[in-house]
Structures are given as structure tokens and as C-alpha cells.
């Protein structure tokens, strides 16, 4: 990310915090996984938007007006011994200089710094909730400054959400963000791709995944931007399947949902094959269905029109589908009206997307869904499941299908940023001969 993209993101957020104000961010914790090894460090999506400081131990402050610089970090000090065993860090002094912090301190020091920023201040933003021992520390230097009232020092009377305002702006993508999303999106497309070239029936479902992990980190994504799905027949009918154990078997489909993170930003993708490299008939009819739900889903994103447009798009199809099929029956319209459909579709058709897979902002404005609008980038991902049930032909059993891409909303229309990633059938069948 362009190191000029955070200021601008701190001034914005400045100029909707007002004067009198203090935001308070901290960065996430190094979590364990087993004993002595941690899990791949990862910080929280709300400091690195402001910051881009990828370091542990690390709290950015944000004071609107404050003479000797309105963006202060505190992190972790320069250790010549530790940073032989975990590698370098930046220090107060990298702060500066290559994060563009107007004032940095030591971590160890915030317990007695930070409650003199507090003084004056008539607003505090911080997000309550995520850290319940930070948040007592917050509150334990709010009543720091309280206690000094009898000496005419002000303290801070209100909270405010930082989310308020903070998760409004990561919304709107900038063109530095569309730049890392669109990457993102071309190396997901190519391990879905590399996923289908490789597909073999006896092939266990991990190496498939590891065939995408390959693809990702050889085009320099570092990490998946979630735990890749990988399911094989049935486990296809799982929403969150991520076992990935089972044996792939010809005649079955494999549901492969995973994306790359690239630059601090996710794809996420799901295509749906057939393990032997050719569609049954009724795995076709049921593929083409829901292909035609997304295509309806799809051309229902552009400006001015409200969130849910595509997903009422994508069940309209669903629905007539299944009646065409005799897996549904009934009128088209009482159906849709009882949500027959949710017991093959049962999640919805879309989420945002951006720094988290299932990425921050408002579906709702005042109980109404939002009108969509450009810079937004949303997920469009119907499916079907079916799972053995009384009534259900045995030829739909065990089809689970779901085909998912991004989508960016642009000023007259939107861009489907993830439209390498193959899924006609033709295309498919081709690809997996090896044509």
C-alpha cells in the first residue's frame, strides 16, 4: 500500500472526530498456538487501515489539533538481543520515519503518557468490546484525569464507537485499495484454476488445498485471506466445511471456496467442478442454475440500488429453477413468500468485502437497506444444497454447489474483479482435459 494512502485516512478520520476529540487504536495480540509457537501474526484490520504498522504491541493515538503532531504511536523499543531470535522492529524511532508518526514512544511508557493526552478532551472514540483488559485500562486513565478535577483539569465525558466512523470509511475503497483487491483477485483466480488442472479423483481434499496455497504464495500472498474450503461430494452441502480430510471421488463435485490475501486485502472465491472433469446431467442442471442466479444476483449491483436487489434477483431465479426441476413445487411467487427455498439455500447472497473477508459496514441505514454506491466491493455467491432428504429425487443428492465472485460497484455499473477464475462449463470441462 502506497505509504501516502494513511495520512489521508487519518485526516478524514480526523475531520469527522472534531476538535476536543482523541481516538485510542489498539493494534491485535500475538495469539498462541501450541507452547512455544505462535500463530502467523496477523494486526487488527481497523489499526493497519490508519497505520500500516504490521508490528505487535503497538496502540496509535489520534488528537485532532494537537500542536506537536496529531498522529502518536507507541510501540515496542529497538532490542538488538530479541531481534536476533524474532527479527527486526521498527522502534520509536522507525515510527517516524518509516510510518510517519509525528510522535512515538515506547509501549512500556503508555500507562503514564497516555492519560495527559486524555486531559481537555471532551470525546473519547474507542471501540469497547473486542479487549476486555485494554478496555479497563482506557477507563483506568479516564479516571486518572477525572481525579485532577479539583485542580481544573478536564477530563473526557463521552464515548463514541471508533466503528461509528472508522468502519463507514473502509466502505468506499480507494483506488490504492482496488489496486491491492484487483491483485488479490488475479492470484485467487489462478490457484482456482491451478486447483482444476491438478483434480483427480483419489486425490485427497488437503492437496487441492495445498495446490491453492502454492499458487498463492509463489505470486507473493503470504497467507489465505480465510481457512480454505475444500468439500468433495457431501462435504459440499456443508456451508463452513474447512476438514478438508475426506477422499475426492469421480462422479462427486468438489466446492472449493477460498481466496488470497494480498497487501492486508481478501479475495474470496468459490467455484464448483466435477472431480472426474465431467458434469453428470444432473449436476449440469443444477450448476446452471445457480450460474444463472448469480448472472441475475450480478447485474442487480450497480449505484442506486438498495443491498438487497441482489439477492431478491438471485432467489427469483433459485426459486423458478427448482420448480422447473420438480425438486420445488407450488406457485413461484407463494414460495419465495414462505422461503421454501431455505432448505436448499439458506445463507444470503453476498457480504462486504475489503482488510476482513466478511469486511466492516452497515447493511442497514434507519431499518432500510443501503443504496449501493461506488467504491464498494461486495461478494456475489448464491448456491444450493442438497442434501439427502424424504422427497428429494436420489439424482440431487449430494449436490452442493456454490459459485462466488467479487464485485466492485463503479461509478455507472460494476466490475467483476474476479472474472479470470473459470466458470462456464465449457470452459471447466476444458480446462480439467487439459486443453
Known amino acids: 500500500m502506497d505509504a501516502k494512502e494513511f495520512p489521508k485516512r487519518r485526516k478524514r478520520l480526523m475531520d469527522l472526530m472534531g476538535d476536543d476529540s482523541i481516538a485510542i487504536i489498539p493494534t491485535s495480540g500475538v495469539r498462541v498456538r501450541s507452547r512455544d509457537t505462535v500463530f502467523p501474526y496477523r494486526g487488527d484490520s481497523d489499526f493497519l487501515y490508519l497505520t500500516g504498522f504490521p508490528e505487535p504491541e503497538a496502540v496509535a493515538i489520534i488528537i485532532p489539533g494537537r500542536a506537536r503532531g496529531e498522529f502518536v504511536l507507541f510501540c515496542r523499543e529497538r532490542d538488538p538481543k ?31 503518557i497516555l492519560p495527559g493526552l486524555l486531559e481537555e478532551k471532551e470525546r473519547i472514540f474507542y471501540t469497547m468490546g473486542n479487549d476486555t483488559a485494554f478496555d479497563q485500562r482506557v477507563l483506568g486513565w479516564v479516571n486518572e484525569v477525572r481525579r485532577k478535577g479539583r485542580a481544573g483539569v478536564g ?30 483477485a488475479r492470484i485467487s483466480a489462478a490457484a482456482h484454476r491451478r486447483a482444476m488442472e491438478n483434480c483427480r479423483p483419489g486425490m485427497m481434499e488437503y492437496q487441492l488445498e495445498a495446490e491453492l496455497l502454492h499458487e498463492y504464495l509463489r505470486n507473493g500472498a503470504r497467507s489465505p485471506a480465510y ?30 471456496d477460498a481466496g488470497a490475501e494480498y497487501d492486508g486485502y481478501a479475495s474470496d ?6 472431480v472426474n472433469g465431467a458434469y453428470s446431467e444432473a449436476q449440469r442442471r443444477i450448476y446452471e442454475l445457480v450460474l444463472s442466479a448469480q448472472a441475475a444476483a450480478i447485474a442487480a449491483v450497480r449505484p442506486g440500488n438498495h443491498w438487497n436487489d441482489p439477492h431478491d434477483a438471485a432467489i427469483r431465479v433459485l426459486t423458478e429453477g427448482l420448480v422447473e426441476l420438480g425438486i420445488l413445487k407450488g406457485r413461484v411467487r407463494s414460495l419465495i ?18 482488510m476482513d473477508v466478511h469486511d466492516v459496514g452497515d447493511y442497514k441505514l434507519d431499518g432500510e437497506w443501503r443504496v449501493l454506491g461506488p467504491g464498494m466491493v461486495l461478494t456475489v455467491e448464491p448456491g444450493l444444497y442438497l442434501q439427502p432428504r424424504r422427497g428429494l429425487a436420489k439424482k440431487w443428492w449430494n449436490i452442493g454447489i456454490r459459485i462466488e465472485d467479487d464485485v466492485l460497484v463503479t461509478a455507472d455499473g460494476r466490475d467483476v474483479i474476479t472474472r479470470d477464475a473459470p466458470k462456464a462449463i465449457d470452459d471447466i470441462e476444458s480446462i480439467m482435459a487439459g486443453n
Open 269 to 274: 472465491i468459490t467455484r464448483t467442478f466435477p
Open 82 to 112: 530479541q531481534e536476533i531470535w524474532d527479527g527486526l522492529r521498527a522502534g520509536v524511532e522507525g515510527a517516524c520515519d518509516r510510518y510517519r508518526a509525528d510522535d512515538a514512544f515506547p509501549i512500556s511508557d503508555l500507562d503514564e
Open 337 to 354: 413468500k414462505e422461503q421454501a427455498y431455505l432448505q436448499y439455500y439458506m445463507h444470503r447472497t453476498g457480504h462486504w468485502l475489503g
Open 155 to 184: 477530563a473526557p465525558d463521552e464515548f463514541i464507537a471508533l466503528t461509528h466512523l472508522l468502519h463507514e470509511m473502509r466502505l468506499y475503497k480507494s483506488r490504492e485499495e482496488v489496486r491491492a483487491m484487483r491483485q488479490a
Open 227 to 256: 481457512p480454505a474450503i475444500v468439500g468433495g461430494g457431501a462435504n459440499g452441502c456443508i456451508l463452513h466445511y474447512t476438514e478438508n480430510s475426506a477422499e475426492l471421488r469421480s462422479g462427486d463435485l468438489v466446492l472449493i
